[in-house]
Every structure is written in structure tokens, then in C-alpha cells.
């Protein structure tokens, strides 16, 4: 949060700084929100810059397809021109491959999304991790392959200023997308690492359930591993399937205050992204979700 | 396992004794066989039994409803009739609610279930913990509820000679139905308690992805608290959603010798459930499930 404005310098002795009044903390607080681009999907990358600054909102998450589709260096020129900062690309990863070629593959298109993030000027790739291949059952095996794959990635990546973010996903998801389920796997691949070259995401949704959370992020925090912190809330039954379900903050479970005063707690302050997959939200008007998303964040996060 | 038969007493000098073949590996193991009716709800007590019974499976888990249909002491009559063990009751728990009125029905539903467990002649009652209630976000203060709960239903229970079985489900359950999501949880609940009156639970479906759960294990063994072992396999996509998507053994990525064998290693020789609700299972031939069940048995677990 900035200090409140200087006092004049024609003014009276200056004497305790005043509160910042309600609309100073508002902006303040939309400053630090960024919104994924998934969270409206249905929005250009032309109509998200300025629907998003339209708002106040400080920043961007941005998706691999549509970047490449416009451009990795315009898509970074867009957003910086409408005074955005760009706070992750998703997504690297899936890398558990076991076989040669696959495994190549994948490391190959892991550069290819180091390179975008460089190019579209974000220091953060957040990465899936890639689940049991078919007819695999060796779980360690797979999350010791996933440390290979960043010991290969994570030079190259720091060479160009990119942070490699180990996402989390919640355990529902470790079959088929990501053998990563808990901030606490998370850290220790990441601690193999400098943090300069590894980091973590920490996403409520994937974590909201785990009693650990609150250490682990203290532990992340001092080591300065938290790369990006994700909004999305978990409602009951879960209103799109486990694959699109996640909920618009505040229509379900999560205490986001709690969770934003612990990442506070933990020394971080960065930017706070909300990664909604929803078919409901992506059926209306974008910036009619990007309306509803900031008041949200400023409801039940700040 | 059994000792190999007696030597005869008029033949000869005894040597080392045989290995066991494969016909007595295969009924040893059979015996330590119980399937969960649920698996097989098309069947009613009656047949469930029969049908067990001739496969030279040992036991059946039982549920509630059925039970107190047919009468829990008739129920556990007609299962030792037919040789077979009644491994567990399901369930009990469902004890997050907030409001006294609530409360106060759960711990009296839960006093009728020790009953109808101690009436049937199991010594295991499965516990559900319940979820978050509706508009709570609070799930450490629901975790402690349930430790609440089972403060006052243990004495109860261990007067009746019944253990209360925590089971943690997996955390996709966690808002709507278990706010015990790890056996850690489990297993910090139930040390609060003496392993008589308090135990775990350990489903393959709901920890397969959790790797701290071989030293949890450990643990749970060393002291004796590990109740009940059920399996079922985890299905990529989960084919009957959420819910009811718990697979036939062998059809998805759970390694199920490697738990069997750690719990055997933790020093667990109780029965090994297979509880699987699947509707694809319950539009079968009931018989043929149980057979099949237990061929899969014989080849993924043993």
C-alpha cells in the first residue's frame, strides 16, 4: 500500500499522516488485483487491456495460445500501453513423460514458453506439472521426474529473467494433470532451487482445504518462493465439474480475508490474481464479470 | 496368514514345513476378504450373504439402512450363519453443525448407530465427520467439532465394545461431507483419544495421492489404530462423477500392493474392504460383481 499523498508544501506542520479515505484505499486495492484471462475467456486480448484499466485493476494473467495468437512482444505492448502489468503466463509443465521423445517434447515447449514470458515481459511462468502417464501407478516416480524437467528448466529460465511457479493442483487433479497436490510438494521441489529460479503458486482453490497452509506459507514466504497468489472459490456441489467449477469469490467456502492475511503475514506483495474457470462466467458480458470480480475482491479479499 | 495344516501324527519325521499352495494362498486370502455392500447394493442381506459366503470371501461391511431394515441383530445372525465376519458399520458422524438442536440430533443418531454396531456383533463404526454447514467458512472450527463429538461418543461406544472408526475422505469432499481430509487429520483426532476407543480408517480412494500417508501408516500401526483398510480405485476421469466414481480394482492408478503392503508392515492383519459405489457396478448381475470383485482382489492385492 503507498503512503498517503505529500503534504503541501505550503500547508500547516505536518502532523500524524491522515488515513487514506475509502476511495485511496479502493484504488490502492485494485492496483494490486490482477485478473487471468481465463476468468473471461470471451474478451479479445484488445478488449481485456481496456476493460481491465477501465477499472482501475493493476494487472493480467495471461494464457500461452491467445499470447502466441497476437503475439508474445504486442500482447506486452498492449498491456504496458494501458498501464498493466502482466503477472503470470500460464502455463508450462507436464512433465512427466516417461518416455524419450515425450519427455523432450515437453522440455522443448517448456523453452518455447520461457522465451513468451520473456518476450511478453512477465518474470513468472506458472507450471502444471503433467499427471500419471496411462497405466502408471508410481506417483513418487512421476513428482521425481517433475524435479528433473526444472533442473533442466530452471538455468535457461533465469537467464531470461523468468521464474519457473510450481502450481498445486488440488488432489482430485493428480491422476490426470498434476502429481503436484499440496503446497508442501510444491516447496520441496522448489527448495531444490534458488529462489530466484523456482517458485510456488499459492491458489485458494487447490488449497483451501489443507490444515498446512498456514506454515507452509510462512516457510514460503521467508525464503521469498511465493511467485503468484490465485483467487477462485470452492463451491458445493461443485457447479461446473471438477475441471470448470471454480467459483466467482464469495459464492462458496474459502475465506479469501484469512488466506490475503496470511500471504501478507508471510511478507508477500505481489499481485493478487483471480483464476476463475467457469462456463457461467465466460456466458455473460466480459466486462460485466470484470465489474463483479473487482467488487468482489474488494467484499471478501481486502 | 495360517500355518500351514498339521503333520500328520503317524507319517513321517517332520521335515521344514511345505510352502503353501496355491489353492490355500488363494482361500487364506479370500478369508481375509470382506466386501462392503455397497458395492454390491443390488443384493439384498439375505443374498448378499449367500452369494459372499460361496465365493470363500470372509466378511461384509454393512450399512445403516439396510441393516436396521432386516434388524441389526438378525443381520449379524444371518452373516455368521454363513461363516462370515461383519467388518465394519457404516456410518456414523455428520457432527459439524453449528446450532445446539443439530448437535444434539447427531450425537443422539450417533448413540443409535454404536448400538445397532454392538447389536450386529462389528466392533468398527465408520465415522463421516460431516462438511462445512451451509455459509460457514470456518473448517478448523469444524475439525474441532468433530473432536467435540467424539469426546462424548467414545466412552459410549467403548462401553458397547464398539471402536469409532474416523475416516478421512478426500479433499473434494471437504466442504460438502468430511472436513477429515488426510489421515494425518484422522489420526490427530483419534490420538486424542485411547486406540480402544478411537481408530482410522484407510481407503485407498481417498489417500492414494498423499505421500505422507506411508509414514502415517507407520504411525497408525504402532499404536494400533488402524480399523479398517478399504480399497477402491481412483479412475481417470472419475466415470460416475464426484460422488459415486470409485472404480473396480485395477481399472485406475492405484497401487494397491503397495499399500497392502505397507499396511501389513504397519502391523495390520485385519480384514481388507472393498467398497466401491458405482452405478455401473449396481446395473450388474450382483453375484458376477462379487466375483469379479474378488478375482480382482487376487490379482491387484494379494
Not at 20 to 26: C, E, L, M, N, T
Not at 269 to 295: C, H, I, M, Q, Y
Request: with cysteine.
Amino acid at each position: 500500500m503507498s503512503a498517503p499523498g505529500p503534504v503541501p508544501a505550503s500547508g500547516p506542520a505536518p502532523g500524524p499522516a491522515p488515513a487514506p479515505g475509502p476511495a485511496a484505499v479502493r484504488a490502492a486495492a485494485l492496483a494490486r488485483l490482477s485478473v487471468n484471462q481465463e476468468t473471461v475467456r470471451q474478451l479479445s486480448l484488445p478488449e481485456l487491456a481496456r476493460e481491465t484499466a477501465a477499472l482501475g485493476i493493476g494487472g493480467v494473467g495471461l494464457w500461452r495460445d491467445p499470447v502466441r495468437g497476437y503475439g508474445a512482444e504486442a500482447a506486452g505492448r498492449l498491456m504496458r500501453a494501458h498501464g498493466l502489468r502482466v503477472t503470470s503466463l500460464c502455463r508450462g509443465g507436464f512433465f512427466t513423460a516417461k518416455d524419450p521423445a515425450g519427455r523432450r517434447a515437453a522440455l522443448d515447449d517448456n523453452r518455447a514458453a520461457v522465451e513468451e514470458a520473456a518476450a511478453l515481459g512477465t518474470g513468472t511462468l506458472v507450471l502444471v506439472s503433467g499427471g500419471l502417464p496411462a497405466g502408471e501407478h508410481d506417483l513418487p516416480g512421476a513428482r521425481e521426474r517433475v524435479a528433473d524437467a526444472l533442473a533442466e528448466l530452471a538455468p535457461y529460465a533465469e537467464e531470461r529473467a523468468v521464474r519457473l511457479a510450481v502450481e498445486p493442483l488440488h488432489p482430485m487433479y493428480a491422476s490426470d494433470r498434476c502429481v503436484v497436490s499440496t503446497l508442501g510438494q510444491a516447496l520441496a521441489l522448489a527448495e531444490r532451487f534458488s529462489a530466484r529460479q523456482v517458485g510456488v503458486v499459492v491458489d485458494t482453490y487447490h488449497l483451501w482445504w489443507d490444515e498446512r497452509v498456514p506454515d507452509q506459507l510462512a516457510r514460503a514466504g521467508e525464503q521469498g518462493r511465493i511467485a503468484a497468489f490465485q483467487l477462485a472459490d470452492w463451491v458445493t456441489p461443485l457447479p461446473e465439474g471438477v475441471l470448470l467449477g471454480r467459483g466467482q469469490l464469495g459464492d462458496g467456502c474459502v475465506d479469501f480475508r484469512a488466506f490475503r492475511e496470511l500471504t501478507d503475514a508471510a511478507g508477500y506483495s505481489g499481485p493478487v490474481e483471480v483464476e476463475l474457470f467457469n462456463p457461467a462466467l465466460w456466458a455473460r458480458d466480459g466486462a460485466d464479470v470484470l465489474k463483479e470480480t473487482a467488487e468482489r475482491y474488494l467484499t471478501h479479499v481486502l
